[in-house]
């Protein structure tokens, strides 16, 4: 069965090699693109998405979203993992077509209505957009298939403080909202995707099979693992984003934990992802928490292959 998502992004490198394994991928049908500020400003986002889009030659909506956290200052952007440029400073030309006239949170709520109970919205950003989509339309938590996060550490360290993993800690009270919500929740942390690193033989490979958009991925992720590298012998870095798309398509690579979720929003807490597995406390601020699944274990060499054959597809 062909599942229709929703990606809502902030290109950025892995949101790139996300978004492309998407596009090749036979099983997932993508509504549309939905942006949001993160890794870089929302304009450079937005143009980013466009420009990708355009690159693997799909014809489908792209809209502009969020541009700031829900409570505080403007977010002081991911330039120096993901390049000035969001894509590694490969000079990649400018989009030539036009964004949607909707919001990202507008989009949401209408692509969701068209098609009740049959929309998987895939999140690798802050989740601003989404928060606000259950702003404007608060029904749409019923009518939402699941919602698939990239974000959060629940067992393991953050990567922007020892808490807090960057795409939650870039707008905790947006996560608070989402996390909140009577939708079902699948989220793919640093928990799973700092386990599965991409050697340069992986990103060579991807461009050997897919030269258009495999080699995209292989220029832009140079600089993106030499910030991963740093200090280390060998040269690596993560494709975070493609985790919860790879879900969908073939669940059984991971192993899900069921469990309370409440999400830090004190200066020292912020973007926290605080979760007790169901039968680990008796706490009610996590029992009266909504139940979330949290991946926990990863199938490594099958999932590094699915990318590969997934992107190697005509
Ligand atoms: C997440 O943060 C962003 O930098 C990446 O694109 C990914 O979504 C990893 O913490
Ligand atoms: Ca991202």
Redesign the pocket.
Known sequence: MVEKIILDT?P?I??AMAIFFAFQAKQLDVLGLTTVY??VPVEMSAKNALALVELANVNIPVCKGVGMPWVGEESTY?HF?HGDDGFGNINHPAPKGELDSRSSAQFIVDTVKKYPNEVTIVA??PLGNLALALRLAPEIQHLVKSVNI?GGAAFTLG?VTPVA???IWNDAHAAEIVFSAEWPINMFG?DVTYKVPFSPTFMQELSKVNPVLGGFVKRASEFYADFYSQGKEQKECFF??AFPLAYIMHPELFEMTTGHMRIGTDELHRGQTSFAPIGSTMSPYWLNAQKVNVATKVKHADLTQLFIDTYALD
């Open positions: 902030d950025g892995d949101d993160g890794n991911a993992v690798v950003g990239m990567n993993e960057a795409n640093l975070h984003d």
